[in-house]
């Protein structure tokens, strides 16, 4: 990930550059999307129901943004125009669909059939 740079070069926290911002949310929803789907499909595998996957996603949740926001020493706001809560908003709502219909398929093709 790059951080958003001024026009002169130096980082700018007024100023950011749209075409590295946009760069930079592409990759981490890509980041997210790949997670969310396989630690769907490990919770359903894994036998996981109810409040047990629920659980299981919001701890993988705060886990997998604090592994996003690592690299960018916890300064987001200079790579992507968030801040940490933002992020893990974010990521705990963006990608539920995801968790959940690869939850239940998992769980359904290794349990029922």
């Known amino acids: 990930m790059n951080p958003s740079d001024g026009a002169d070069g130096r980082e700018a926290n007024s100023m950011l550059h749209m075409e590295t911002l ?11 999307i790949v997670l969310f789907i396989a630690l769907g499909a490990i919770c359903g595998i894994c036998g996981f129901t109810g409040i047990d996957g629920f659980l299981l996603y919001t701890a993988m949740s705060v886990i ?50």
């Open 22 to 32: 946009q760069k930079n949310l592409r990759q981490v929803e890509l980041v997210r």
């Open 64 to 113: 997998i943004t604090i592994a996003i926001a690592t690299p960018m020493s916890f300064n987001t706001k200079a790579y992507m125009n968030e801040t940490i809560f933002q992020l893990l908003i974010s990521n705990m709502s963006g990608q539920f669909m995801s968790f959940v219909t690869f939850w239940a398929l998992s769980y359904s093709l290794v349990y029922v059939y």
